[in-house]
Every structure is written in structure tokens, then in C-alpha cells.
């Protein structure tokens, strides 16, 4: 295995602690301290640091997809909902069910919602964009608040967009 690299990025809605090895990316979680532990170094990664700065890019409004290498390591139906994530237009939901639907198990609704709330990588993979059937916010592992503030970021600068979503 790989060493493993830890690199924080402070973003408006908290810091952000990104973990990954020589090659890739494999997790973007919110953590809850408030002070940089983790900077970028002459040993940090391409990969961490072409994170960080999309990441960047993306709080400040001039990205809406990711192109640094990032893996993902779950079970097979997981990956499954990961990938169907993957294609939820930015600054738009989707409901729980639709994702069920989109990989052609309409009841496996709670499963979905179990495997969305195993992401590791935040923001990247958009499980912020699911919602619940009733048009609700529902479970976000950084916090409702967080997801909120996400959705309604993307959907600022979305302008042709209108939410679908009842906060």
C-alpha cells in the first residue's frame, strides 16, 4: 500500500480533510477542527494538491466538475450508487428513489440512502444533491447545514436553475 498524505483545505462552510497516496485521491470528508494541522509541503501529492485546488475553484464559484484522479473502495452495488451520483447535474437534486430507479433497483430506496451515506468523497461525488422524495433535505454525513449551503451555492450561480428542493 501506498503512504498515505493529509491535506486540509479550510473551505466557507469548514475544513476540509483531504486523505489519498502517491496516485489518487480516496477521501474528502468535513471535519470539525478549525485551524489548518495539514498543509501543502514539497512531499504532498499532485494528486492532494490538484484537490485542494479545485476544491478551491469550486467554493469560489469557477468549477462544477473535478478532473484530479480520485478512487473510490466500497462494495459493488456501492460504486454502483457512487457512479449514478456522478451523473446528478450540478447545482440540481435527486431524489433517493431516482437514484434507485437510475440503476434499475426501484426499491432498494433505504439501500441507496445507506451506500450515499458511505461517500468518502464529499462534494466530488454529490451525495449533497440527493433529497428526499417530499423535496426535503435529508442525512448528510457533514451536516444538514453543510448540504444547505451547498445547494444553494451551486444554484446562486446556476442562475437557469431553480431549486427543486423545499429547505
Known sequence: MSRLHILDYQSPIG???IQGT????????????DHIINAIHDETPQALKLCHDQLDEYFKGTRTEFTFPYIYEGTEFQKTVWNSLKTVP???T?????????IGNEKAIRAVGSA???NKLSIV???HRIIGTNGKLTG???GLWRK????????????????NYFP
Open 148 to 163: 444547505e449551503w451547498l445547494l444553494k451555492h451551486e444554484q446562486r450561480l446556476r442562475k437557469d436553475v431553480s431549486p
Open 125 to 127: 461525488i454529490p451525495c
Open 94 to 102: 435527486w431524489s433517493y428513489k431516482d437514484i434507485a430507479v437510475s
Open 116 to 118: 450515499n451515506g458511505k
Open 140 to 142: 448528510y454525513a457533514g
Open 22 to 33: 502517491d496516485q489518487a485521491v480516496y477521501s474528502i470528508l468535513f471535519t470539525e477542527r
Open 15 to 17: 475544513m476540509i480533510e
Open 90 to 92: 450540478y447545482a440540481q
